[in-house]
Every structure is written in C-alpha cells, then in structure tokens.
C-alpha cells in the first residue's frame, strides 16, 4: 500500500502539496485508496491504474448520482492519464462496522438502505450499457468456468447455459434503473454518522437493468451474514413503497441466484488467479444464499442442474475442497 510514485506531484498541483498520505484500502480490482491529510481537511486518493483501470466511468456515475440528490463523492481532482482521483473523503464510519457494533441499528439502518434504492428507481437509468441476457449469462458462466474446475468437478456447460437461458426467459419485464451493482454495507457510508445520508461507493460499473438486483446485492451480502428474517422484513418494505408483487420477488430470487453463482466463480478466480485466497473463504456463505434462492419455484431449472452436478460435499470454500 505504498501511493503511486505520481501521487506528490498530482497532490502539490491540485493544491494539496501539504497533505501526508496514509493507506486506506484495497479492493478486489486493481483500485487502491488512500487518505490524503492536511491541516483541517482531508480527502480519498483513488489509485485506478491504467490499463488495468479506468476512472472515467467511476467519475461519470458520481456525477450523475450526485445531480440528483445522492451522496457520491465529490470530484475534487483527477489526473486520468495515471489513473488518479482526489476524492471527497466520507469519513469512517462505514454501515458493516456501524451495525456488527450496534446490532440494534441494523433494521433502521437496512430500512435506510432500501428506502435509497427506491428514490433511485424513481429516476431514468443513467447512460450505461445494459443489464442484458448476454450479459447475465457470461456472469452466470463463471462459476462453471472457474469454481467447478478448482473443485475436481467436470460439468457440461451448455446444459447449465440452457438452464439459465429456461430462467431468464420468465424473468419480467421492468422499466430499466440504475443499477450500481456492488450495494452493499462495506459500500455505504453514514456521513456524519447519520443513516438519514448514506454515501455512495464503488458504483463504477453500473448498468441499466433491474431494480431487483441491487435490493440482492444489499440483502444477500457476500461478507457479512443477512439473517432471512431481516431479508424478508427489508424486501416487504421494498413492495409496500414501491407496490411490488410476485412478479419482482420471482426477479428478485433469478437475480439473488445469478448473482452469487457470478460471485462464487469471481471469488474462486481471485484465490487461483489473483492469489487472494481470503476471498474463497467468503464462498460458503455465498452458497447458502444461492442454495436459499434455488429453493424458489422460478429457479426449477437450475436448481435441477445444480442438483444434478454439484454434489453436496462439492459446495463451499474451494480452497478447502481443492485440498481436501
């Protein structure tokens, strides 16, 4: 976590030539964060390195949530050729740790998160490419491309694409939101250490697609422990607000099992590819929210071929299962 080696001179030249560097935090990308400290003030340094990354999306996105009245953060500075953001600073107190610490604030503070995501549904998506079939499906796809090889399992991929394709094809029909794609408590800030504003982070790849799945990305989150109760509690609040029915609850479990077939695969690839094995670690957890959304009547396809090719004792951390 050293800053970059272009980081003083970005700094002095956006007026911050006084400010002392600290280590933030990484993240499953290339991304870096640190926090930039002067007297008085202090901001977030985004390190987006090119090629790897690109910032112009991220900058995009934080201009178009804050136009209409959500909480990303201010643009104070960037240099795209080396990938550098100065960035508001939020602050610490992020929901994850707000909530393990104060357990009686998890409801108002998940109540808050919904209730964010139902304004941003009010809105027309912002211009970004779509969450489409294609795109589902190349997600979908890297669980048989990266999880089933790590365990020792061999599994006819065209039959699990014909599954998702059979789900997919009953999925309905809704006007297009934003979708930030990474909702969840360790992306959402409490600025001031109030839920009535929560800032935004990590929104760099939103999509325009349906309002279901970032109510999954908030209510089956891969790294911390959602209880059912809570997750039922949460969506009920989303479908008195916003008069959901049956139809979005069925998107809403296609998505949740989407989702965490992608992040079970993404996770897999981060221990082999990347050699973050924390990440396999979280894939238990991940299972058991898949395993709960396969039990929905829209999932019937693929729970069979689940059924049919991942054997029980085959689910869970794949760095455990790879040497088992």
């Known amino acids: 976590m050293n800053p970059p080696a272009e980081a003083s001179d970005f700094l002095a030249r956006s007026g911050w030539g006084d400010a002392a560097i600290q280590p933030l935090a990484g993240d499953a990308s290339f991304r870096r964060y640190f926090r930039v400290v002067a007297p ?52 610490d107190a992020r929901m ?55 365990v020792g399992l061999t599994v006819d991929g065209t039959s699990y694409r014909a599954a998702w394709d059979a789900v997919l094809d009953r999925l309905p029909a809704t006007p297009a939101v934003t979708v930030l794609r990474d909702y969840h408590a360790e992306n959402i800030m409490l600025i001031g250490g109030q839920a009535e504003t929560l800032g935004l982070l990590d929104f760099q790849d939103a999509l325009a697609g349906h309002p279901a799945y970032d109510l999954v990305s908030l209510l089956q989150d891969a790294r911390r422990d959602v209880p059912a109760e809570l997750e ?65 009547p829209a999932l019937v396809p693929v729970k069979t071929w689940f059924d049919a090719n991942i054997p029980a004792d085959r689910r869970g951390d794949p760095l455990i299962l790879a040497n088992g």
Request: proline share 7%; aromatic share 10%; with cysteine.
């Open 232 to 296: 039922a509690a949460v969506l009920g609040r989303y479908s008195r607000r916003t008069g959901a029915g049956d139809d979005f609850l069925n998107a809403y479990h296609v998505l949740g099992a989407q989702r965490n077939a992608k992040i079970i695969g993404i996770f897999t690839r981060l221990w082999k590819r990347d050699s973050k094995p924390r990440y396999a670690a979280l894939c238990p957890r991940v299972w058991r929210y898949l395993e709960r959304d396969l039990a929905h």
């Open 40 to 91: 008085g003030r202090s901001a977030v340094l985004m390190d987006a390195p090119p090629p790897q990354e690109d910032p112009r999306p991220f900058i995009a996105i934080a201009e178009w949530l804050s136009l209409r009245g959500f909480a990303a953060p201010q643009i104070l500075a960037r240099d795209l050729d080396h990938g550098l953001v100065l960035l508001q600073d939020f602050g």
């Open 96 to 150: 994850r740790e707000t909530v393990d610490a104060a357990p009686e604030s998890e409801l108002r503070l998940y109540e808050a998160a919904v209730d964010l995501l139902v304004r941003l549904a009010e809105h027309e998506a912002a211009p970004v490419r779509p969450y489409d079939r294609q795109e589902y499906q190349r997600e979908a796809g890297l669980f048989t491309e990266w999880y089933c090889p790590a």
